[in-house]
C-alpha cells in the first residue's frame, strides 16, 4: 500500500493542511491478506467478528492503509504508529502532535490527518442508501430544513447528503459523533462553527464537503487554521 500511497501524491501535511486518502476497498481487494499483518490485536480481533468477507475486507483494508499512511507520516513502521482512542471513542496519535479520522460506507474508505487538535472525516456512498428527506427532522436545525425546501427535488437530494457528511465530519472533530443531536448543530460549507455544550474543550471548526466523484460524497472538519485540503484516490495515482 506504500507504493499506491506515494503514486496518489500522499505526504507529510504542511502545516496549513489536511491530507485525506479516499479509496473503494474492492479494487484493493488482493491486499487484504497480507494487510490483516499490519494490524494491531485489537484490530484484528475486530475484524475476526465480522460474518462477511466484503465487510471484513473493506475494515482490514481501512485500517491498514490508514497505519501505513500514518506511518508514512510519523517516520514509523505501521504497525508502531501509536493509534489510541480518547475516552469519547476518538480515535487519536498519542505523543504526536498530529490529529487523524477514519471512516468507510459500503467499500468506500476515507481517512484524514492533519496537524491541528482534531479532525473529522465522513464519507458516504452516493446515491445515498436511505431516505434522508424523511430523516430531516432528526438531523437538520430549522434553518436547514427551510434551505434544503427552496430546493428541487433532484437538488436537494444531493444536498441533504452533503449536509449529512459534512455534520457527520463535524460531530467528529468535536469528539461527540451522534452522542450530541445532530438537529441542534449546523454545519454550513465553510463557516466556522462552535462546540457543542459536550465538547467545550475542542477549538471551533469549519466543514467542506470534498471534491465531487463517482460513487461517493464526503466532508472534512477541522480548526480554521486548516486552510488547504488535498484529497488523494487511491490506484488512479491521482490528487487534487
Known amino acids: 500500500m506504500t507504493g499506491e500511497l506515494h503514486a496518489a501524491g500522499f505526504s507529510i ?11 473503494d476497498a474492492r479494487a484493493m481487494a488482493t491486499y487484504a491478506p497480507l494487510a490483516m499483518d499490519v494490524l494491531d490485536r485489537r484490530e484484528r480481533a475486530r475484524a475476526a467478528r465480522f460474518r462477511f468477507r ?4 473493506t475494515y482490514v483494508l481501512a485500517h491498514a492503509a490508514w497505519r501505513v ?9 505501521a504497525r508502531e504508529v501509536p493509534l489510541a482512542c480518547t475516552g469519547d471513542g476518538q480515535p ?7 490529529s ?4 468507510h460506507s459500503s467499500e468506500y474508505v476515507a481517512f484524514a490527518v492533519c496537524p491541528a487538535a482534531t479532525v473529522g472525516v465522513d464519507v458516504e456512498q452516493w446515491p445515498a442508501r436511505i431516505d434522508l428527506e424523511a430523516l430531516m427532522p432528526m438531523f437538520c436545525t430549522r434553518e436547514e430544513r427551510a434551505a434544503m425546501a427552496s430546493l428541487d427535488e433532484g437538488e436537494r437530494t444531493r444536498a441533504l447528503l ?9 460531530l467528529k472533530a468535536f ?4 452522542l450530541a443531536d445532530p438537529a441542534t448543530v449546523a454545519a454550513p460549507a465553510g463557516h466556522a462553527q462552535m462546540p457543542p455544550a459536550k465538547a467545550l474543550h475542542y477549538p471551533p471548526c469549519h466543514t467542506r464537503n470534498l471534491p465531487a466523484d463517482d460513487g ?6 477541522a480548526p480554521p487554521a486548516i486552510r488547504d485540503i488535498r484529497l488523494h484516490r487511491l490506484r488512479d495515482g491521482h490528487s487534487d
Open 13 to 23: 501535511p504542511r502545516a496549513d493542511q489536511a491530507c485525506v486518502v479516499v479509496f
Open 162 to 170: 452533503e449536509l449529512w457528511t459534512r455534520k457527520e465530519a463535524l
Open 216 to 221: 461517493w460524497i464526503g466532508a472534512l472538519a
Open 92 to 98: 487519536c496519535l498519542a505523543g504526536t502532535t498530529l
Open 100 to 103: 487523524t479520522s477514519l471512516s
Open 54 to 57: 466484503r465487510d471484513r475486507d
Open 69 to 77: 499512511a500514518l506511518g508514512i507520516c510519523l517516520g514509523v513502521d
Open 175 to 178: 469528539g461527540v459523533g451522534l
